[in-house]
Structure formats: structure tokens, C-alpha cells
């Protein structure tokens, strides 16, 4: 079992204000400010008991914050107040603003509350960004 966790990195964290569109594989550390559930479709007394949920939440740390899109599971995780670990996250791009999401390929983490307070005066969701194509 040695050998196998010999290969494995610590993860690097980033900052919410360094995240830009289309990256992922990112590690953050992030306070949830708001969490709103804005879709929910299905039962979850029913035969298979799967219900889709979706939610927008607004989370960031001492740098900025951003939107995160919350599906299924995430929701109930991402609650206005929590400490998470986001692992393997990725910037989607929504009508032209930035939305961070974590995917099967990552995790979510509750960890201990933040010892910082979230820069709320600098949402990276906000800023609009366009795609222009260069031609020679």
C-alpha cells in the first residue's frame, strides 16, 4: 500500500480570484454565502427513489467568489454557511459568465469552518466575457 500512495501529490490549492473560463482539475477551499435550489424534478419516496436537484450557490473565499452550480448529492452539502473542499473542480461557462462545477471526476469535502471571511465585492460571475475569433 506504500508504494501506492508514493506516486500521490499534495494537492495545490488556488484561490477563487485565480480560476478563469474553461480550466479545471482545480482544488479550492471555499465558504458558501447563499445556496438557492432552483430545480427539482422527481421523487425520492418512489420505486428508485432518484430525485434530480439543482441549485445555485454562491461561494468564494478571502479573494472573490463565484457561482457554483450544485447537482444532485452536492446540494445538500453546499448549505449557506458551510466549509467545503472542492476537488477537481472546473469553470463552465454560462450565457458568457464563469460557473464553477465539480463533476464525477470530483469530490466535495465538508471540512472544518473558515477562519476567513468572504470577499464579497469581487464576484467573478459577473464579469461577462465573449469569445472572438482571431483571423490571420
Do not use: W
Amino acid at each position: 500500500m506504500a508504494e501506492a500512495n508514493a506516486g500521490l501529490q499534495k494537492p495545490e490549492f488556488i484561490k477563487v480570484e485565480q480560476l478563469r473560463p474553461g480550466t479545471y482539475g482545480h482544488t479550492l477551499k471555499v465558504k458558501v454565502v447563499n445556496s438557492k435550489l432552483v430545480f427539482q424534478k422527481g421523487r425520492s419516496d418512489g420505486p428508485q427513489g432518484r430525485q434530480m436537484r439543482l441549485a445555485e450557490c454562491l461561494a468564494g473565499d478571502e479573494s472573490a467568489m463565484i457561482v457554483f452550480t450544485a447537482r444532485g448529492d452536492q446540494v445538500d452539502l453546499m448549505k449557506t454557511g458551510a466549509t467545503v473542499i472542492l476537488r477537481n473542480a472546473k469553470v463552465d461557462m454560462f450565457k458568457g459568465s464563469m460557473r464553477l462545477v465539480v463533476d464525477r471526476s470530483g469530490r466535495i469535502e465538508p471540512t472544518e469552518p473558515a477562519d476567513f471571511e468572504v470577499k464579497e465585492d469581487n464576484n467573478l460571475s459577473l464579469i461577462e466575457f465573449e469569445l472572438i475569433s482571431v483571423v490571420d
